[in-house]
């Protein structure tokens, strides 16, 4: 009884959470998917199964955590120097371009206060992950992400910070800002609100994620397929 009970509340929990979408607003975090699943986010409805869902919750936790963590320090002692720390956490950021509204929320910024005058800023976005070690290098959809921050926020570089969900290691990689990424990003905003308006299935974006993708199923068949 207990086992069916957990099932429908966290189902019902999931189907409160799911964001409700509009043509016209796109999110920074999603436009590095697959343009097709994203179509059918907005036609068709998100899907998140119990698994993708519970990944997702440990990841916002891990979120959570480690703003905690950075707001907890407000001064440090750098060879018996004191500087000042400042932290904003997940403050929303948007950019409209026509009638394309994109929208995202930067995970942690930290001021270092080296003066009056003078300070150092650094932009964090942090990523979990299963295994520390099989992060070689950052992800192509993490640094877009990021880049895009980094250009509305107006820095010239940033950092991606993974995390491993279960020791809580963790790697840097320093990121400098490219202008063509933020305005590749833009393009894909612009591809995907045409493909909305005009009822327009976006190309597949063939990749290993596909055999995870909840629409594969309507994606091989099409829906006004033209790929």
Not at 10 to 29: A, T
């Amino acid at each position: 009884m207990l086992d069916y009970l957990l099932n429908i509340i966290i189902e019902e929990y999931i189907r409160k959470n799911i964001k409700e979408r509009k043509i016209g607003v796109y999110y920074v975090s999603e436009l590095s998917m697959c343009l097709r699943k994203l179509y059918y986010f907005y036609k068709v409805g998100e899907k998140i199964d119990l698994s993708t869902f519970l990944l997702m919750e440990s990841g916002r936790v891990m979120h959570e955590w480690l703003a905690e963590v950075l707001k907890s320090v407000n001064e440090i002692d750098v060879n018996g120097t004191k500087y000042r720390i400042e932290v904003s956490s997940e403050q929303k950021l948007s950019y409209q371009i026509g009638n394309v509204l994109i929208e995202g929320r930067y995970d942690n910024i930290i001021t270092v206060k080296i003066s009056d005058t003078k300070e150092e800023v650094m932009l964090i976005e942090v990523k979990t992950t299963a295994d520390l070690d099989k992060i070689k290098e950052p992800k192509p959809e993490h640094i877009m992400q990021l880049n895009f921050y980094i250009g509305l926020v107006g820095l010239k570089e940033g950092y991606l910070l993974y995390i491993d969900r279960k020791n809580y290691r963790y790697k840097i990689f320093k990121i400098k800002y490219k202008k063509e990424f933020f305005d590749q990003l833009v393009k894909r905003a612009i591809a995907l609100h045409y493909s909305l308006v005009k009822d327009i299935v976006p190309d597949r974006e063939v990749g290993f994620r596909c055999k995870y993708c909840p629409f594969k199923n309507i994606c091989l068949g099409g829906m006004n397929d033209r790929s």
